[in-house]
């Protein structure tokens, strides 16, 4: 089955600093990624749609260049959280279009604690 | 503006039982329908997907879309305790997974 690996699992830093999180699909290409944000007790949240070699789509709210994305290979989006603050303590996950566009494989999330 | 709606429980049956999970939406005009799992801490699992109203089993699970009604459901016959899990209905207004709105799920609980 396809599978999407997240990088790291789990990170603690200070405000301030930056934090960069990849998302690969391990066993298939992706054209199309996707990142999602979801705090406790609530759905997820799609915050931009990333296209091999082209500018990430944002959606409504999400600041573009606090969080950069960069999707620069079939296989790999990475997305850079710049000035964390406590604020962006969540849950980040990636998934990746496949199954000829019917499925989106999801990474395993990475949980991020601005201190 | 798009609205998926699930209760969010939690829903609680007994082992065996068959479990029923509902989800309605606002866009009449929606093609694609996904149900997945998302245990907590972890990142959601697709369990399965349908595009065409009535029914579409795999294994225990059966999903059923209405259009008419704007609701798709997700049975669970012989419910066990490791599915207690959240539930997120998901919709899209393409045929296919690229732009998904999802609900904010439904807790469910298998009681052994």
Known sequence: GAVVSQHPSRVICKSGTSVKIECRSLDFQATTMFWYRQFPKQSLMLMATSNEGSKATYEQGVEKDKFLINHASLTLSTLTVTSAHPEDSSFYICSALGGGGDTQYFGPGTRLTVL | ?112
């Open chain 2, 1 to 112: 503006q798009k609205e998926v709606e699930q209760n969010s429980g939690p829903l609680s049956v007994p082992e065996g039982a068959i479990a029923s999970l509902n989800c309605t939406y606002s866009d009449r005009g929606s093609q694609s329908f996904f149900w997945y799992r998302q245990y907590s801490g972890k990142s959601p699992e697709l369990i399965m997907f349908i595009y065409s109203n009535g029914d579409k089993e795999d294994g225990r699970f059966t999903a059923q879309l209405n259009k008419a009604s704007q609701y798709v459901s997700l049975l669970i016959r012989d419910s066990q305790p490791s599915d207690s899990a959240t539930y997120l209905c998901a919709v899209n207004i393409q045929t296919g997974a690229n732009n998904l709105f999802f609900g904010t799920g439904t807790r469910l609980t298998v009681i052994p």
